[in-house]
């Protein structure tokens, strides 16, 4: 091997080793801000609680465990499921302005949300049903009128697809809002559209945990490949992909924890768009490394963006605002930092 | 003697099946360690027999096959490893290394969960080392020049270790210095054993380093055999509807139109 190879070999251990130290890095940092978020909140009074505390005070015990712990669950999974889908959604649609729910699963889960408001009344848990069942009659419209636009290629029909029935919903959800009382429903409706995370239990987190789970072990499980899926289909075919199904499996696989997690916390929006290109600023566009760190990152961000809605003013900020808030600060100093790159 | 890697027998294809064929009761065979030219102009069916050869396309009838057996018998990974593509021009929206992007040739050689091991990532740098950029590894895929990109193509399905290599316009984007630089490439894989299918729409670049040309028109070949032969005045102007002559210069053969 020549010179140049081997000056490469040394630079590639290194650069491998410098992202997996940033990974690893990364992974703590989510564990260290996991505990305090346990200790944070506003009882007794705001700040951190103390070990003697929980160990003594059976409401602050029943406290953190039944109320701050699944809440932060399901932070930390609403955080790694959006970001996860965005990293695969991007990459397959070769856009990095597709966010995760535009395949009609955000519209129909807000279209769902609603109707239940309006028709059904209130419970907590049947809003989570109905946002859960129109997601998914979203992404499922979304692909059978996919089949059936005779324009364009595979990845265009789907993106065309999912702007009508997003439209679709919207529209229908602007009839909703419409016939809503203003004084009862309408703030509802407004609320569950701005996302939140208030109204967590166990059960409720439990029902998340099965599709979610589900859906980002396969998806890390096939981080390298969606590099590959990412290629032209007959690219990708030359390379011994079946580039249809497997593309297919890819994008259930994204969709079924975006779904769960958007019938819980109602739209969280930004997560999904920004964190797989922080998660590129900082590893490059290799998806092996993208997808873990990409889901790492939205874990953090997901679980600050909850402390801070939860903590700063007594009642609740709603999370939705402060994801688009602190993401676009972060999102801008991140695009126009001149160092960016140079962890790469 | 050399003998055929890949026949096509009797071959026809066409995208639309109530429309006319593209590929017409096509005959040929492409010999092992030669380079193969398939001229011809615009809607004769090139990229069509290519994507044929690739196993992309199925033929609507008639035989294809790959070292004696049947093309449509391979798997998808089978025919990953005996079969690579160097696509005309590919968009690339993402920040991959060069390095990375050539790793992606080895996905053939990875089952679905795998990921990429050292070895991988030692072939990938020998096939940078093959199409002379190695230096270039470390590069963003969107910060090299064109030329360089199409020589990364390359490089990923070198990565591939295929018996056969497809490469659909290879000089179409490239400047002088970076065509004379992929004609020698090809030349060099020739001498290493790799059959070249390529499409090419200059006869001059298919006369410098073609073994066997393959002259189609709407679908049907006109002429297939050694290249000096296929490629002469009568049959270009011909195929091409325009007067070409071609002149032998300094010892080489050079396509005077116009």
């Not at chain 1, 992202?19 to 506003?42: D, E, M, N, P, Q």
């Not at chain 1, 602050?60 to 965005?86: E, F, I, K, M, Q």
């Not at chain 1, 595979?154 to 602007?174: K, T």
């Not at chain 2, 590919?90 to 290394?97: A, G, L, S, V, Y």
Request: glycine share 10%.
């Amino acid at each position: 091997m020549s010179a140049a190879t081997s000056e490469a070999w040394q630079q590639i251990y290194a650069r491998n080793g410098h992202r997996r130290w940033i990974l690893l890095g990364l992974a703590a940092g989510l564990v260290t801000l996991f505990v305090l978020s346990l200790l944070v909140g506003r009882y007794p009074a705001p700040g951190f609680i103390s070990w003697q505390r929980i160990s003594q005070d059976e409401l602050a015990r029943l406290l953190v465990l039944n109320l701050r712990l699944p809440r932060l669950l399901t932070a930390l999974l609403l955080g790694s499921s959006l970001s996860a889908a965005g990293t695969v959604f991007q990459m397959l649609f070769g856009n990095p302005l597709v966010e995760p729910g535009f395949l009609g699963v955000s519209q129909g889960a807000a279209f769902g949300a609603a109707l239940c408001i309006v028709f059904l009344g209130g419970s907590a848990v049947l809003i989570q049903g109905m946002a859960a069942l129109f997601a998914c009659a979203g992404l499922g419209l979304s692909y059978l009128l996919a089949r059936r636009i005779r324009y364009g290629g595979w990845v265009l029909r789907l993106v065309l697809a999912g702007i009508a029935v997003s439209a679709l919903f919207s529209a229908g959800l602007g009839v909703l809002k419409y016939m809503a009382d203003p004084l009862r429903q309408l703030p509802e409706i407004t609320f569950w559209l701005l996302g939140g995370l208030s109204a967590l239990t166990w059960p409720r987190f439990l029902s998340i945990l099965p599709a979610t789970a589900v859906g980002l072990l396969v998806l890390l499980l096939f981080r390298w490949r969606l590099n590959v899926l990412a290629l032209s289909e007959e690219t990708a075919f030359s390379m011994g992909a079946a580039p249809t199904p497997e593309r297919l499996v890819m994008l259930i696989a994204a969709v079924l924890p975006t779904a769960a997690v958007i019938s819980v916390a109602g739209m969280v929006g930004w997560v999904g768009l920004i964190m797989p290109h922080i998660a590129r600023r900082l590893f490059g566009s290799d998806t092996r490394y993208t997808l873990p760190a990409a889901m790492l990152l939205g874990g953090l961000f997901a679980i600050l963006c909850d402390d801070l809605s939860r903590t700063v003013l007594a009642g609740e900020i709603p999370l939705g605002i402060l994801t688009s808030l602190l993401g676009a600060v972060v999102f801008v100093g991140l695009m126009t930092s001149p160092r960016a790159k140079a962890t790469r | 003697m050399t003998t055929p890697l890949m026949t096509f027998q009797e071959v026809v294809f066409g995208y639309n099946r109530r429309g006319r064929p593209v590929i017409d009761g096509l005959d040929l065979a492409l010999l092992q360690g030669s380079i193969t030219a398939i001229l011809g102009p615009n809607g004769a069916g090139k990229t069509t027999l290519l994507y044929l050869t690739l196993g992309w396309l199925r033929p609507w009838s008639g035989k294809i096959t790959l070292a004696g057996q049947p093309l449509a018998g391979f798997s998808r990974r089978a025919l990953g490893q005996e079969i690579a593509l160097i696509p005309q021009n590919e968009t690339h929206r993402f920040e991959h290394t060069v390095l990375e992007y050539v790793l992606l040739g080895r996905a053939p050689y990875l089952p679905p969960l795998g990921m990429p091991t050292r070895t991988d990532e030692t072939i990938a740098l020998q096939a940078l080392e093959r199409v002379g950029i190695p230096y270039l590894y470390n590069q963003s895929i969107l910060e090299i020049s064109g030329g360089e990109r199409q020589l990364v193509l390359a490089a990923r399905a070198l990565a591939q270790e295929p018996q056969l290599l497809l490469s659909d316009e290879p000089t179409s984007h490239l400047d002088l210095s970076n065509k004379f630089r992929l004609v020698n490439i090809l030349k060099g894989l020739r001498e290493q054993g790799a059959t070249i299918l390529m499409t090419t729409h200059e006869p001059d670049i298919a006369l410098a380093v073609s073994d066997y040309a393959i002259l189609m028109a709407k679908g049907r070949v006109l002429a297939a055999g050694p290249t000096q032969q296929v490629i002469t005045g009568e049959t270009l102007s011909q195929v091409y509807q325009v007067p070409v002559r071609i002149v032998p210069v300094e010892g080489k053969s050079q396509v005077l139109w116009m």
